[in-house]
Structures are given as C-alpha cells and as structure tokens.
C-alpha cells in the first residue's frame, strides 16, 4: 500500500515536472494561503500537496469524453481562479488538472490564480474577470469567452468542458 502510494506520488511529480509551466509568481500569504499565479508544481508541495495529490488520484475521468474533447482544444485558452483555503478549490482543482492533461491541453495555454479569502491577488489579477465564487474556469476561444464553469460542474469536468468548447448552450451553478 505504501509502495503504491509513493510510487503514485512520484509519477504525479514526474509528469507536473515535465508537463507545467514553471514561471510561477504565487507566494504564501500571512494566511498560509497561496497567492498570484500558480503551477501545478506549486500544489506538490506541502501543505497543498495533501489534498492535491489525495484528490487527483481518487478522480478516475470519463475516457469517451475525454477522447471526444481532445481535437477541441487546441484554440482554447483557460484562465483559471482558485484559493487553496476553499475546499471547492481543493476538490476540483485537481480535478481540472487530470482531466486537462488526459486530454493533452496544452498547459502553456493555462493561467491559474490562486485568490485569497477576498478573492484577490497582490497585482489585481482577479480585476475584470467577475470572480465571485472558486473554483472558477473561464474558456476563451480567439481570445473571447465562450463559457465557465464556476464553484463545481454541472455534470462532470470534463463534460462541462466538452459543452463549452463544442459551443453547445452552458450555464454554470450561478447563471441564470
């Protein structure tokens, strides 16, 4: 059991190695909260890495989906919130991030903020993008938003995902 957990727990860390940005700016606030730009590098490491590595590894992702999403990612860009003391945040982030990579985004087309309790960031990173709840997930295609998925999924991640990108009709938790 041991032997499986830290072998997963290497190969996680292996493949966020190898597959993230590495420009992070996110520090950690007087809260202990992650703050700015973050990487998924930054969530391997204590104590995030707790619910981080728990969560991404519980989530087992619909294949079909996966596979139907995959040719419809390649001119989406993702602008991601999130605040590591919110335990929405902690169950999907993870989340989000297996299924992105499953179906092989482009994580150089990723920018993931980390908010504080306010849902603010040192530089205002958050200004202009209507965060009022976190998780939020905003997808832009040609540089225009075309959906977002806001606190949890309607169906499923990747799902959602797929809606939103195929230019089907979406409406997250909060819209009307």
């Avoid at 530089?123 to 540089?143: A, E, R, S």
Wanted: overall charge negative.
């Amino acid at each position: 059991m041991v032997k499986n957990t830290i072998l997963s727990l290497l190969i996680i860390l292996t493949i966020g190695c190898k597959a993230q940005k590495t420009d992070s700016s996110a520090i950690v606030d007087k809260d202990g909260s992650l703050v700015g730009i973050a990487t998924k590098d930054a969530f391997l490491t204590e104590p995030f890495s707790e619910w981080f590595v728990f969560n991404y590894n519980a989530y087992e992702v619909d294949q079909a989906t996966i596979d139907s999403l995959k040719p419809l990612l390649n001119n989406i860009t993702i602008k991601a919130f999130m605040g590591t003391w919110c335990g929405d945040s902690q169950s999907q982030t993870p989340v989000f991030y297996k299924v992105i990579e499953s179906a092989n985004f482009n994580i150089q087309n990723l920018t993931l903020v980390a908010v504080d309790t306010n849902k603010k960031t040192p530089k205002n990173l958050q200004k202009g993008y209507d965060i009022k709840y976190v998780p939020t997930f905003i997808f832009f295609k040609n540089g225009e938003e075309i959906g977002r998925i806001v606190e949890y999924p309607i169906t499923s991640i990747e799902a959602d995902i797929l809606t939103i990108v195929s230019g089907k009709p979406y409406k997250h938790a909060y819209q009307d």
